[in-house]
């Protein structure tokens, strides 16, 4: 629910859905970042970030490098037209979270992160026993 409207005001006023403006805030605050590291913070799967990327690459916001530590891997990073974009994206999503929190008093926002958190954690250690059980680890 809370992606759609995101995705719906990104898509109106920016040209882009919410996967790709996950990806830019990621690049915009970590910098430079291999598709499988974005996975986590996105939550999104590698495939659904690899397709932003490739969005976003046609757009001219990214570039793909590559990793000097790991060869089979590349890295992408915001171009200079892609910093310029995070930064324009930037306010509208901080309004945006803030809005959207000042529906909770501080300690319902605690336990909302703290259950949010205990969600992603889970899910992730699903999605690493669903892997196993694919390759026949498990």
Known sequence: MLSIGASRTFQKHFGIGVREWRVIAILGDQGPANAGEMVGPAAFDKATVSRAIN??????????????????KQLVRLTSSGVVFHDRIVPLAKMRAKVLESALTAQERAQFFLIIGKLRAQIEWLEAEELKDRRGGG
Do not use: A, I, N, Y
């Not at 969005?55 to 089979?72: H, K």
């Open 55 to 72: 969005t976003l690459e046609e757009l001219g916001f990214v570039e793909r490098l590559p990793d000097q530590s790991d060869g089979r």
